[in-house]
């Protein structure tokens, strides 16, 4: 069973940057893909970046803005985020891809079978 952990939330102002760690264990982590989701109060779960295979995906929303990477040997992600605006607020989720993960399921909620526990991030006006 995978675990994911995220840390390094908070509340920023406009224009203000935050990075995020996801830590995971319980799987050989190269294995997986690993994405970053959010969900905004009353809102559907979003799409926001993905690394697999050393190929990056990011959404539209965010392109030029945050960044993702990873570092295989402390099994963790991350995701920079620079130049925040207040409609990046949104509870931010970790996740990781399921077997036999392809590239055309980056942006699909049902390709990732593990998920944590999610953190706030509140960029304020």
């Known amino acids: 069973q995978v675990q994911l952990v995220e840390s390094g939330g908070g509340l920023v102002q406009t224009g203000g940057s935050l990075r995020l760690s996801c830590v995971a264990s319980?799987?050989?982590?190269?294995?997986?893909?690993m994405g970053w989701f959010r969900q905004a109060p009353g809102k559907e779960r979003e799409f926001v970046a993905t690394?697999?295979?050393?190929?990056?995906y990011i959404a539209d929303s965010v392109k030029g803005r945050f960044t993702i990477s990873r570092d295989n040997a402390k099994s963790t992600v991350y995701l920079q985020m620079n130049s925040l605006k207040p409609e990046d607020t949104a509870v931010y989720y970790c996740?990781?891809?399921?077997?036999?993960?392809?590239?055309?399921?980056?942006?699909?909620?049902?390709?990732?079978?593990?998920w944590g526990q999610g953190i706030q991030v509140t960029v304020s006006s």
């Open positions: 690394w697999s295979a050393g190929t990056t």
């Open positions: 319980g799987r050989t982590f190269s294995s997986y893909a």
């Open positions: 996740a990781a891809g399921n077997t036999g993960w392809r590239s055309n399921w980056a942006m699909r909620v049902d390709g990732y079978g593990y």
